[in-house]
């Protein structure tokens, strides 16, 4: 499942998701060996899947074929892929159609020609690392690779929808909207054609003419037009609309809602009214599946979030699933989403190598066109613990905060510093964010306060007395149903008493306007390299990998749920 509703009524979209032939390609044979043509001693596995999940495939990491036939009435052919960890190579008949870099976000390759009957689609995934991948090697959570999310193959005819972006700015009161919508067309026959575009949202009505040739692709707008009549996007109130574009031969829905963020005298408002974050850190990932999360266990997640009191979840460290944010639209909680430049294993030349910084951009122009139009995207992540204390550090700081507030819409742009007393990059974000972990691997409890103190002096010294602060990470480990009457380290008394701690410190301090507690559940790392963590898990959820509460999840719970004014439980 890709989204929550339909995006195609008159468009053939074909599902590819299902069984496909697979191959492990340690020895990187099949290039030489042209298993394009077809995968020798494939065994058939499901997608989307992570492959680790295989017996015998848990540490795996390197190349892998999958293949599948299926049937087309032929034409031009899109293939959209939900994500493929994390390089991909396609192949459609044996011959190469397209080529993809990055694991979280979907991409798209338009075939043309293609003739009816029976094909052969070929993916050649590899998740290995090099010194400009993203992320480095070092990371802390399990690497899985694979086709992860949902794979389908869509006939397109005549002039064709790709996207669109609805574009908008609410005036001073919220009572009036300023709004057009981009479209991203594309004209899938032999011949030019004139056709008409029409689109609605919100009641409004648009109708225009475009003139493509065949073949081309070609971006264009509306008309803006002024909308009164409408109710904002809020946490009581998830309003939300269908866009609805169609030509001719092609049509494409989709969702918006209208809402205004911003920074204001050291405050977050949220549609004018002053907006405080009670978020948790969440990895999309599960013992059972990695990666590829079941939509069911998403809105579980989600459930388990808003009882323990969140409105606001991050998405630790990549583009989540966009059904998961659909339903994050729906339900009103706000989101982070960040792409996978997780700094610890970024060295100051990796941050200034040109093919890491393309990436980099690449990843977040992507992060935008597939996200833009979700109103529960209130932030946008440029980076995490990366060197933010250097030169190198800076300057990709500058360049992508830059690139995120020409395109990003109506955001909050920062990056999560594990820099806090030497950081020199705090000029380029909306709010400075703090990842910072005393009580487990600095200082002790009450070293926190100290720890704020001096941060406030430096935030001082350097003149962004101004800028609100978010605690982006802090937290410590608790292995499940280690209980004591005591608090000593990793049980869950000694976890929930360092929470409960933080939590009525930050909460209390009129600098900071959120917290974003370490993390939602335990989550796979490592075995092996880098990172050697008890049981190979990072411990530091409030739930364990399976989702059963630990006694920090109640701690939390307690306090988030004082400063709420919801009352679901479950
Ligand atoms: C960092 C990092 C997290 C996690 C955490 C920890 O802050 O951003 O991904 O690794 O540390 O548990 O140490």
Redesign the pocket.
């Known amino acids: 499942m890709t989204r929550l509703f339909d995006e195609h009524i008159k468009r053939a979209v074909q599902s590819l998701d299902g069984a496909w032939k697979f191959a492990t390609d340690p020895d990187n044979r099949g290039d030489s060996e042209r298993w394009q043509r077809g995968i020798p001693n494939a065994q058939t596995v499901i997608v989307p899947s992570v492959w680790n999940t295989q017996l015998g495939l848990l540490e795996y990491e390197g190349v892998a074929w999958y293949e599948r036939q299926f049937f087309s009435h032929g034409g031009t052919l899109r293939f959209v892929f939900g994500a493929v960890m994390t390089e991909s190579r396609v192949y459609l008949d044996g011959e190469e159609i397209g080529y993809h870099y990055g694991g979280f976000c979907p991409f798209e390759l338009i075939v043309r020609d293609v003739t009816s009957g029976e094909h052969r689609l070929t993916v050649r995934v590899d998740n290995s690392f090099d010194e400009q991948s993203i992320p480095q090697a070092l990371?802390?959570?399990y690497h899985c690779g694979g086709i992860i999310r949902s794979v389908s193959v869509e006939r397109l005819e005549g002039v064709s929808i790709l996207s669109n972006r609805v574009e908008y700015e609410l005036s001073d009161d919220l009572c009036e909207l300023n709004l057009r919508v981009a479209l991203e067309l594309y004209n899938a026959s032999e011949k030019e054609i004139k056709d008409t575009i029409r689109v609605s949202v919100a009641g409004a009505d648009f109708e225009f003419e475009s003139l493509l040739k065949a073949g081309e692709c070609k971006e264009e707008f509306t008309n803006a037009v002024k909308i009164t009549d409408f109710s904002l996007w809020s946490a009581e109130n998830p309003a939300l609309y269908d866009v609805k574009i169609s030509t001719s031969s092609d049509d494409l829905f989709d969702r918006v809602g209208f809402r205004k963020i911003c920074v204001s005298d050291g405050k977050i408002l949220l549609n004018g009214s002053e907006y405080r974050i009670r978020g948790v850190?969440r990895?999309e990932d599960h013992p059972d599946f990695g990666f590829a999360f079941p939509s069911a266990l998403m809105r579980r997640d989600i459930d388990i979030a808003v009882d323990m009191g969140c409105n606001s979840l991050r998405g630790?460290?990549y583009p989540n699933n966009p059904a998961f944010v659909d339903m994050l639209d729906e339900r009103g909680i706000t989101f982070w989403s960040e792409i996978p430049i997780?700094?610890?294993g970024f060295e100051e030349s990796v941050l200034l190598d040109p093919v890491v910084i393309r990436r980099g951009e690449e990843m977040h122009r992507e992060m935008v066109k597939h996200y833009y139009n979700h109103p529960s995207i209130i932030i946008w992540g440029m980076h995490?613990?990366i060197l933010s204390d250097t030169v190198a550090g800076l300057e990709m700081t500058k360049k992508y905060y830059s690139l995120l507030k020409e395109i990003g819409g109506n955001r909050i742009v920062t990056y999560?510093s594990?820099k806090a007393l030497s950081d020199i990059s705090f000029e380029y974000c909306d709010i400075i964010c703090l990842?910072q972990?005393n009580g487990?691997?600095e200082g002790d409890i009450e070293s926190w306060g100290k720890f704020i103190e001096d941060f406030r002096a430096y935030r001082s010294k350097l003149g962004f007395d101004n800028k609100p602060v978010i605690m982006?990470?802090f937290?410590g480990?608790a292995v499940y149903g280690h209980r004591n009457f005591e608090t000593y380290r990793w049980s869950e008394e000694y976890q929930a008493r360092l929470l409960s701690h933080c939590l009525n410190l930050f909460l209390g301090d009129p600098m900071m306007v959120g917290t974003y507690i370490?993390?939602f559940c335990d989550v796979r790392?490592s075995y092996e390299a880098g990172?050697s963590?008890a049981r190979g898990y990072?411990n530091?959820g409030l739930l364990n990998e399976y989702r059963n509460p630990k006694a920090s999840f109640f701690a939390v719970k307690e306090i988030y749920r004082n400063i709420t004014k919801q009352t679901k439980t479950f």
Do not use: F, L, M, P
């Open positions: 990371v802390d959570w850190n990895h630790a460290h997780w700094g610890v995490n613990e999560a594990n990842n972990y487990w691997y982006s990470e937290g480990a370490w993390q790392t990172i963590r990072n530091k």
